[in-house]
């Protein structure tokens, strides 16, 4: 607004002659400058703050900046703060910006940049995992775990992002598998996540619950910010921003049952499974519910940090070469691992058993099916025979 519309009286008005050959043309100041979100128009209210907080001037932009990250902000002084604010010197205020930035650079030792990749605060896997059945031992799964490890290893792709997809049947095991691992390497990592990515409501209240978590270590400023707004695509823009911080390279997050999605026009392979056995009714029973929740199918890429980065293990009934390289967990190959879940679980000998060797080969060396059955001993006073006996009733 101009001094006619605003009003002013021009007797107050100091006439500033610029002349490009005065040597006081630019000046430069010193002091503090006052950064916030809304911009002032008010001049009484400038000057009071001004007073008060012996400030040299007010800005909008990089509102914050400084207190999310170690940093200098150059700016150029392009305006009023009052009624008087207008557009005219952003260009020079630019120039003056860049060029002022440029001088400073050839004066900047390259130590200084090691010193400001400040490493975000680490921390370890939520030690609540909602849905996950604690177990109080992992058993097998050696071959499995080497090939983790091979696919993930830095040396396979120096410093870029490395992913595993470990599919295969419900209940085979893929969920502790990939939470061993994580424990087994978790000196590799600075910070170990888990998302439940079984739909995009579970996967988005996870990103909450890790915002939360991020905040409990560290002030992160745009953080708190997007779980104040309580708005989930700001909460994961928040933390994916949070992810991709060049300094937050060595990261492993596990995506875990993300079960259905139509990457590869896959089938599960509970399908497969059930169809080879020949169980039809179930195989329907699976279907008529795989359905209903392939309608809250979605593409888990949008939750993954854009920077090329970290390690994602993603677990999956589906296989998909989309999203890293897919690794097959099979039925347990060895009778002996079969019976430690059967006797960890139940709490039961079970040496020189042979009802228990039989029950094992009936679960079909599915993990789950042992465990379950194992758990239901724990509670129930009678023997593998009489398992056995209901079981093949059942
Ligand atoms: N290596 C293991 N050692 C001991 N118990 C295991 C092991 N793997 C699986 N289990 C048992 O089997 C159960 C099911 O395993 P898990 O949840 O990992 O299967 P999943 O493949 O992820 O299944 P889903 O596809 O339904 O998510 C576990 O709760 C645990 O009791
Ligand atoms: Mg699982």
Request: glycine share 4%; with cysteine.
């Amino acid at each position: 607004m101009n001094c006619e519309k605003g009003g002013c009286n021009p007797e107050q008005r100091i006439e500033q002659p610029v002349e490009e050959d005065d040597k006081y043309f630019i000046v430069v100041h010193q002091g503090t400058i006052a950064s916030g979100e809304l911009v002032i128009k008010d001049a009484k209210k400038r000057d009071f703050l001004a007073q008060k907080y012996n400030l040299l001037c007010f800005k909008t932009e990089a509102a914050g900046a400084l207190a999310d990250f170690p940093c200098l902000v150059i700016q150029g002084i392009s305006d009023y703060c009052d009624s008087h604010k207008n557009n005219n010197w952003h260009g020079f205020a630019a120039a003056a910006a860049a060029a002022y930035a440029r001088r400073l650079f050839f004066h900047m030792p390259t130590e200084i940049e090691e010193e400001t990749s400040i490493k975000p605060t680490a921390f370890d896997l939520q030690s609540y995992l909602p849905g996950i059945r604690q177990i109080s031992k992992f058993i097998a799964r050696k071959e499995e775990l080497t090939e983790m490890q091979e696919a993930l290893q830095p040396t396979v792709r120096p410093h870029r992002r490395r992913a595993v997809v470990l599919h295969g049947l419900g209940g085979i095991g893929k969920t502790q598998l990939a939470l061993e691992y994580a424990q087994q390497h978790h000196e590799h990592y600075s910070t170990k996540i888990w998302l439940e990515a079984r739909n995009e409501t579970t996967i988005n209240q996870s990103f909450t619950r890790l915002a939360e978590q991020i905040l409990q270590k560290e002030q992160v400023t745009y953080i708190q910010t997007a779980v104040d707004s309580q708005d989930q695509s700001i909460i994961l823009n928040a933390v994916k921003r949070w992810l991709d911080k060049p300094a937050n390279k060595s990261w492993l997050i596990i995506y875990d049952n993300y079960d259905y999605h139509d990457l590869d026009n896959a089938h599960t392979e509970d399908e497969e499974f059930l169809g080879i056995s020949g169980q039809i009714t179930v195989s329907m029973n699976l279907r008529g519910q795989e359905k209903e929740v392939r309608s809250q199918s979605y593409d888990i890429r949008k939750y993954f940090p854009k920077a090329d980065h970290g390690t994602i293990i993603i677990t999956s009934r589906v296989s998909s070469r989309k999203l890293g390289r897919p690794i097959k967990i099979s039925k347990l190959k060895s009778l002996d691992d079969c019976l430690e879940i059967l006797a960890s679980n139940s709490g039961r000998n079970i040496i020189d058993d042979p009802a228990a060797v039989d029950l094992a080969k009936r679960l079909n060396r599915l993990p789950l099916a042992l465990a379950s059955a194992g758990a239901y001993l724990r509670q129930v006073p009678i023997n593998y025979t009489k398992y056995l006996q209901d079981y093949k009733k059942s």
